[in-house]
């Protein structure tokens, strides 16, 4: 059974003390230790710091994030997330949902208001649904934060409207399949792209691959 100095906390360093000079005193005492553990000093580890940043902190520092108490980092995080982005978040993409689903009941198809032409271009090569991709992953590495978080929420908001569009638009699932799209679709949504193929400043074909235009049936 340790012996315990019971007027050890009258010593004015005893703030200051080492564990081993704590150990003197009061055995078995390990506060020192854990100050210094929870005191936000990185310690050594192997881990590339741009991956893991935190990685030699065994606890992390206190912060305060909107919504959330004054506690070490990751339990604030918790906290917000747990409190805000999960039940806000969610409502907010149902509520979008049910948006989109409202606006293409009373609106229907956006089609197109001339004739098509059968005249294809290469809107999209094989390769061009990486950037979307490429986008999401990098959101994903932006860091584990509230912020970076809420930007995720949002940029779902933002990919739904999108894919609502490409849905509802006429030809733009064909040209998102093809990756080929017809000369009046390309007038009347990206008119500035149309012109710049006209002009001979882009390539109205890309890729190796070829399209046979379809017969247009007058």
């Given amino acids: 059974m340790f012996e315990l100095a019971p007027d050890a906390s009258t010593d004015p360093d005893y703030a200051k003390q080492t564990n081993g000079e704590r150990a003197q005193v009061q055995p078995g005492n390990n506060a ?13 580890s192997s881990l590339p710091k741009n991956e893991a940043p935190e990685a030699g902190n065994l606890i992390q520092p206190f912060v305060q994030y909107p919504g959330s108490r004054l506690t070490n980092a990751g339990e604030a995080w918790r906290q917000v997330r747990n ?25 229907g198809t956006i089609k197109l208001q001339g004739a098509p032409t059968g005249r294809k271009l290469e809107r999209f090569t094989p390769f061009g649904a990486l950037g979307p ?4 992953h990098c959101l994903h590495d932006a860091g584990d934060s509230p912020a970076s978080s809420w930007r995720y929420i949002l940029m779902m908001v933002i990919f739904m409207g999108h894919i609502y569009l490409g849905w509802i638009t006429e030809g733009a699932l064909e040209g998102m ?7 009046t679709w390309a007038r009347e949504h990206h008119e500035g792209w149309l012109e710049d193929i006209q002009a001979g400043r882009v390539p109205a074909q890309r890729s190796q691959q070829t399209v046979t235009a379809p017969t247009v049936q007058v």
């Avoid at 991709?133 to 999401?136: A, D, H, I």
């Avoid at 399949?177 to 000369?183: I, R």
């Fill in 177 to 183: 399949k093809t990756g080929y799209v017809d000369e």
């Fill in 32 to 44: 020192p230790m854990w100050r210094q553990v929870g005191s936000g000093v990185t310690g050594y």
């Fill in 83 to 107: 409190g805000w982005i999960i039940p806000y978040g969610g409502a907010l993409l149902l509520i979008v949902l049910g948006g989109l689903a409202l606006g293409h009941w009373r609106a």
């Fill in 133 to 136: 991709l490429g986008q999401c």
